[in-house]
C-alpha cells in the first residue's frame, strides 16, 4: 500500500505525473490533479472550519428534508438535496479508496457517518417536535417512496456516482453537480430513517436505511472506477493493486441488490395486481372512474383500498369483490371509496 502525499506535494511533485489520453479523456496534469484534491481533502488547518461548515450544512439540509417529507413536499425536498454536503465526503472516499490511501479513506468514511447520524437524528428530532406520523398514522407519499428501494434505485446511483466523479475531474463540467446531488438524493432517506424510527415505525426505516446504503456503495464503486478512467488516477497505477478496494465494493454492491432484487420482483407484482384490480373494477361498472388502487398485503385477509369516481354507482359492490377473488386467486377485504362528480349545466 503506497504512502498518501500531502496536497501540496502531489499538486507540485513527480508523484503525481502528467499524462497522455485517457479512456474518457486526456489525464489531469499535475495542477489540475492538485486542484482536484484540494476540493476534495480538507487538510491541516482547513480540517477544522471544514467540518463546522459540514455539520452545519448537514443540521440545515436534513431538517429541511424532514419537514418536507412530513408535509409530503417535493418541492422542499429537492431543496434539501441541494443544501446537502455528502457527495463530497464520498467523492473523496471514492477517490482513496482507488488509489488505496487507506488513511483518508478511513477520515472520508468517518466524515460521511457522522453526517448520517446527524441527518438521522435530526429526522428523528422532527418526528418528535412535529409529531404528524405515528404507528398508525397514514404515511406521505415522500416518505414511503424511501423506504422500498429497488434495483432501479442502484442503477441511479451507480450513474450518479460516476457523473459525480467525472464533474469533480472536469470541472468545466461543473455545472452538472446540482443535478447530481439531486438525482441521487442522499439526505432524503436518513431523514426518513429518523422520521419512521421516532413514529414507531422501524421495518420502514431499515428500508430507508437500505436505500442511504445502496446509494453509498453504488457512488463508491462507480465514482472509483470513473476517477481511473477519466485521466485522475496516474496511468502508472491506474489497473495495478486497486483490484482489493474496487472487489470489496463491488461485492458490497451486489450484497445490497439482493434484497433490492425482491423489492424489484414485489413491486412488479404487485403493480400488475394494481392492474387486474382497475380491468375489475371497470368491468363491474363502466361508468366509473378509477383514481386509486392500494393493496396492503401485512393484513389478513389481503385490503384492498379502491377509489373511484362519478356521477352515479348502482352495482352491487359484492359482485366486484367477488371478481377481484376470482382474478388475483386471494382472500380479500374490499374498500371502496366512491366520490360523487356533479356535473352542471349552465346555458347563458
Same mark, same amino acid.
Not at 488509489?99 to 448520517?116: D, H, L, M, N
Not at 422532527?126 to 442502484?154: C, F, H
Not at 431523514?191 to 415505525?201: C, F, K, S
Not at 363491474?284 to 389478513?300: G, R
Given at each position: 500500500?503506497?504512502?498518501?502525499? $500531502?496536497?501540496?506535494?502531489?499538486?507540485?511533485?513527480?508523484?503525481?505525473?502528467?499524462?497522455?489520453?485517457?479512456?474518457?479523456?486526456?489525464? &489531469?496534469?499535475?495542477?489540475?490533479?492538485?486542484?482536484?484534491?484540494?476540493?476534495?481533502?480538507?487538510?491541516?488547518?482547513?480540517?477544522?472550519?471544514? &467540518?463546522?461548515?459540514?455539520?452545519?450544512?448537514?443540521?440545515?439540509?436534513?431538517?429541511?428534508?424532514?419537514?418536507?417529507?412530513?408535509?409530503?413536499?417535493?418541492?422542499?425536498?429537492?431543496?434539501?438535496?441541494?443544501?446537502?454536503? !455528502?457527495?463530497?465526503?464520498?467523492?473523496?472516499?471514492?477517490?482513496?479508496?482507488?488509489?488505496? @490511501?487507506?488513511?483518508?479513506?478511513?477520515? $472520508?468514511?468517518?466524515?460521511? +457517518?457522522?453526517?448520517?447520524?446527524?441527518?438521522?437524528?435530526?429526522?428523528?428530532?422532527?418526528?418528535?417536535?412535529?409529531?404528524?406520523?405515528?404507528?398508525?398514522?397514514?404515511?406521505?407519499?415522500?416518505?414511503?417512496?424511501?423506504?422500498?428501494?429497488?434495483?432501479?434505485?442502484?442503477?441511479?446511483?451507480?450513474?450518479?456516482?460516476?457523473?459525480?466523479?467525472?464533474?469533480?475531474?472536469?470541472?468545466?463540467?461543473?455545472?452538472?453537480?446540482?443535478?447530481?446531488?439531486?438525482?441521487? +438524493?442522499?439526505?432524503?432517506?436518513?431523514?426518513?430513517?429518523?422520521?419512521?424510527?421516532?413514529?414507531?415505525?422501524?421495518? !420502514?426505516?431499515?428500508?430507508? &436505511? %437500505?436505500?442511504?446504503?445502496?446509494?453509498?456503495?453504488?457512488?463508491? %464503486?462507480?465514482?472509483?472506477?470513473?476517477?481511473?478512467?477519466?485521466?485522475?488516477?496516474?496511468?502508472?497505477?491506474?489497473?495495478?493493486?486497486?483490484? &482489493?478496494?474496487?472487489?470489496?465494493?463491488?461485492?458490497?454492491?451486489?450484497?445490497?441488490?439482493?434484497?433490492?432484487?425482491?423489492? $424489484?420482483?414485489?413491486?412488479?407484482?404487485?403493480?400488475?395486481?394494481?392492474?387486474?384490480?382497475?380491468?375489475?373494477?371497470?368491468? @363491474?361498472?363502466?361508468?366509473?372512474?378509477?383514481?386509486?388502487?392500494? !393493496?396492503?398485503?401485512?393484513?389478513?385477509?389481503?385490503? /384492498?383500498?379502491?377509489?373511484?369516481?362519478?356521477?352515479?354507482?348502482?352495482?352491487?359492490?359484492?359482485? !366486484?369483490?367477488?371478481?377481484?377473488?376470482?382474478?388475483?386467486?386471494?382472500?380479500?377485504?374490499?374498500?371502496?371509496?366512491?366520490?360523487?362528480?356533479?356535473? /352542471?349545466?349552465?346555458?347563458?
Amino acid at each position: 500500500m503506497e504512502s498518501e502525499p $500531502s496536497i501540496s506535494t502531489a499538486a507540485t511533485a513527480g508523484l503525481i505525473p502528467s499524462g497522455d489520453i485517457g479512456f474518457l479523456g486526456r489525464d &489531469l496534469d499535475r495542477e489540475e490533479r492538485g486542484t482536484v484534491l484540494d476540493d476534495l481533502y480538507f487538510e491541516d488547518d482547513r480540517r477544522v472550519p471544514y &467540518l463546522y461548515r459540514y455539520a452545519a450544512l448537514m443540521v440545515f439540509s436534513a431538517g429541511i428534508a424532514s419537514l418536507g417529507l412530513m408535509n409530503d413536499s417535493a418541492a422542499v425536498v429537492i431543496g434539501a438535496m441541494l443544501v446537502a454536503p !455528502l457527495m463530497t465526503p464520498i467523492m473523496a472516499f471514492a477517490s482513496a479508496v482507488i488509489q488505496t @490511501w487507506s488513511k483518508r479513506a478511513f477520515e $472520508s468514511f468517518a466524515i460521511v +457517518a457522522t453526517g448520517a447520524f446527524l441527518g438521522i437524528a435530526v429526522g428523528w428530532l422532527t418526528s418528535l417536535i412535529i409529531p404528524r406520523i405515528g404507528p398508525d398514522t397514514p404515511l406521505p407519499e415522500q416518505v414511503l417512496a424511501r423506504t422500498s428501494p429497488n434495483l432501479a434505485d442502484l442503477g441511479i446511483a451507480l450513474l450518479a456516482g460516476a457523473a459525480g466523479a467525472y464533474v469533480t475531474v472536469r470541472t468545466e463540467a461543473g455545472s452538472a453537480l446540482p443535478g447530481v446531488g439531486i438525482a441521487v +438524493a442522499l439526505v432524503p432517506p436518513l431523514a426518513t430513517v429518523g422520521i419512521t424510527l421516532g413514529a414507531g415505525r422501524s421495518e !420502514l426505516a431499515l428500508g430507508a &436505511l %437500505l436505500l442511504f446504503i445502496t446509494n453509498f456503495a453504488a457512488i463508491t %464503486l462507480a465514482a472509483g472506477l470513473m476517477f481511473a478512467f477519466a485521466g485522475f488516477v496516474p496511468p502508472r497505477e491506474r489497473f495495478k493493486q486497486r483490484a &482489493l478496494g474496487v472487489t470489496v465494493t463491488a461485492v458490497l454492491v451486489l450484497a445490497v441488490a439482493i434484497p433490492l432484487g425482491f423489492n $424489484s420482483f414485489y413491486k412488479i407484482e404487485r403493480s400488475e395486481a394494481e392492474v387486474v384490480v382497475v380491468r375489475a373494477v371497470r368491468d @363491474w361498472d363502466p361508468a366509473l372512474e378509477v383514481q386509486k388502487v392500494v !393493496l396492503d398485503d401485512k393484513t389478513d385477509p389481503l385490503t /384492498v383500498l379502491v377509489v373511484v369516481s362519478g356521477t352515479s354507482m348502482e352495482a352491487n359492490v359484492n359482485d !366486484l369483490a367477488n371478481e377481484i377473488v376470482r382474478v388475483t386467486d386471494e382472500a380479500i377485504e374490499l374498500q371502496l371509496l366512491f366520490e360523487p362528480v356533479t356535473i /352542471v349545466t349552465a346555458t347563458p
